[in-house]
């Protein structure tokens, strides 16, 4: 999962380039590696010490280090990245009364991708499995996943880490236990005798997790020390936006909200990631539009629902005996997949005589797309 072999294949194939073409080994004015861990006396996670001066934990918090400071494009993203969703975790975290340190767990889980997923299941900024994001409130279902919201799943992580923390009275083993489960690691520290982080035998992923968040910490809090140097302008830009609520009266395709907010399609996904799929549901909703993009926005919706529910109760097709969703498609000349959208079709469930099916035939599309 750490990606050790990768790793050993990348570095064996720069080594072999860089030979076979006369080239250096270290980049000229790159901090060399050795010093780059070398220079570290000290270290400390949520105001609690690391104890470097063991031998293994030393060799353990050096591997860490120096798998990041190689995978310098990940870190690159890990910085450009960091002024778009960190502001927002500090202020929560803070708010929470919870150590700022937990912030780079977040980088160290999902490397701030709202979308990363694992082999277990585990989804989003914080890395929620199904069942814990629903212990801690996160809406998972087939129309949201709340664990791509930066703060919804952070809410959820902070509440996460306070009750790991009550259990086990140190932070190390908090996220321990965060990153194996608290039953796991219960069971091991009975068996082992010893609540020391540092001096349990745990599954291997355990064991590099809180060095692996401490090498975040490490570069990201003086990133040019290690010879990283962007600019004001390399960062990506701070979220920013605007909430607007209001009600669907039936359920409404996504592209309704996004032109009543003058914008496109993807930046109402962008801004909204724990939306699913291509419609909002009946009911209340509260989303995330374009700043500046709420002032007059209600009445656009309005004017633009109303619209859409009366010009679609004359695009509906019944659905005949011996119909199927090609034929349908390939009878208004539009993809089924676009039948599969409109509709909210599963191509493991089949349609059925009598079935009602919205369709926009192709020339209305055409004419939408060629709007100012």
């Known amino acids: 999962m750490r990606r050790t072999g990768f790793f050993i294949f990348f570095v064996s194939g720069l080594l072999f380039a860089a030979t076979a073409h006369g080239a250096p080994f270290q980049p000229p004015g790159f901090p060399s590696l050795t010093s780059s861990i070398s220079a570290v006396k000290s270290a400390e996670f949520c105001g609690e ?37 960190l502001p927002h975790i ?68 902070i509440a996460f880490f306070k009750d790991l923390h009550e259990k086990f009275r140190s932070w190390s083993l908090a996220v321990a236990a965060y990153n194996m489960g608290e039953e796991g690691l219960m069971a091991e520290i009975l068996e082992q005798k010893t609540s020391d982080y540092y001096h349990l035998y745990l599954p291997l992923e355990t064991q590099r997790f809180v060095f692996r968040i401490l090498s975040v910490k490490l570069i990201l809090s003086d990133p040019e020390k290690y010879g990283f140097e962007l600019g004001e302008t390399d960062f990506y830009s701070p979220l920013a936006f605007d909430e607007v609520r209001f009600d669907c009266f039936e359920e409404i395709p996504i592209r309704i909200v996004a032109e009543a907010a003058n914008t496109g399609f993807k930046v109402i996904k962008d801004l909204n990631p724990e939306i699913r799929g291509h419609h909002l549901p009946a009911g209340n909703h509260t989303l995330r539009i374009p700043e500046g993009a709420s002032s007059g926005f209600r009445e656009r919706y309005r004017t633009l629902e109303k619209a859409f529910l009366a010009a679609r ?18 009878k208004f000349n539009v993809p089924i997949a676009s039948l599969m959208i409109w509709n909210r079709l599963d191509l493991t469930r089949p349609i059925h005589p009598g079935d009602r099916l919205t369709i926009h035939p192709r020339d209305e599309i055409a004419d939408e797309n060629t709007k100012p």
């Not at 060799?59 to 960091?82: A, N, Y």
């Not at 019944?318 to 034929?327: A, R, Y």
């Open 49 to 85: 010490r690391v104890p470097l001066e063991i031998e293994d934990v030393r060799e353990r918090f050096e591997k860490e280090i120096l798998l990041s400071l190689w995978d310098r494009p990940q870190v690159i993203l890990w910085l450009k990245r960091s002024r778009r969703y």
């Open 90 to 157: 500090e202020k929560m975290l803070k708010q929470s009364g919870l150590p700022d340190d937990l912030k780079f767990v977040a980088i160290a889980e999902s490397a701030l991708r709202r979308h990363a997923g694992s082999a277990k299941g585990a989804i989003g900024f914080w890395q929620f499995l199904p069942d814990t994001g629903r212990k801690y409130g996160l809406v998972i279902n087939e129309r949201v996943d709340e664990r791509r919201s930066i703060f919804a799943s952070t809410q959820a992580a």
């Open 313 to 330: 109760k004359e695009r509906i097709y019944i659905v005949k005996k011996g119909d199927n969703l090609s034929s349908i498609a390939g």
